[in-house]
Nanobody, 122 residues
Framework: QVQLVESGGGLGQAGGSLRLSCVAS????????LGWVRRAPGKDREFVAS????????DYTDPVKGRFTIFRDNAKKIVFLQMNSLKFEDTAVYYC???????????????WGQGTQVTVSS
């Protein structure tokens, strides 16, 4: 059973930075893509970023391109989301997710963490 545990959320200032971490225990192969999905208050889930397990190719939703970076530490089974130049509209619960199929829609992800709150003050 894949388990994903996020950490690193909290309060950030507009223009500032936060880093999220996700420990992906029980993933013993590079056959999973790992991603971040967020849900802002009153809105649907939104794909944020992903990294392919085998190729390392990354993908981002347009609103975060150039500001967010997803990267991983394979040895420690951790995936990170570095969030720079934070904006008020980045406020959301951020979920780490794993997918065999990969992709940039939330529905393609099979396993989910519990989520971590990110609040950006303007």
């Amino acid at each position: 059973q894949v388990q994903l545990v996020e950490s690193g959320g909290g309060l950030g200032q507009a223009g500032g930075s936060l880093r999220l971490s996700c420990v992906a225990s029980e993933i013993t192969c590079r056959c999973y893509s790992l991603g971040w999905v967020r849900r802002a208050p009153g809105k649907d889930r939104e794909f944020v970023a992903s990294i392919n397990g085998s190729s390392g190719i990354t993908d981002y939703t347009d609103p975060v391109k150039g500001r967010f970076t997803i990267f991983r530490d394979n040895a420690k089974k951790i995936v990170f989301l570095q969030m720079n130049s934070l904006k008020f509209e980045d406020t959301a619960v951020y979920y780490c997710a794993a997918s065999r199929a990969g992709g940039n829609t939330p529905g393609r992800y099979d396993y989910w963490g519990q989520g971590t709150q990110v609040t950006v003050s303007s």
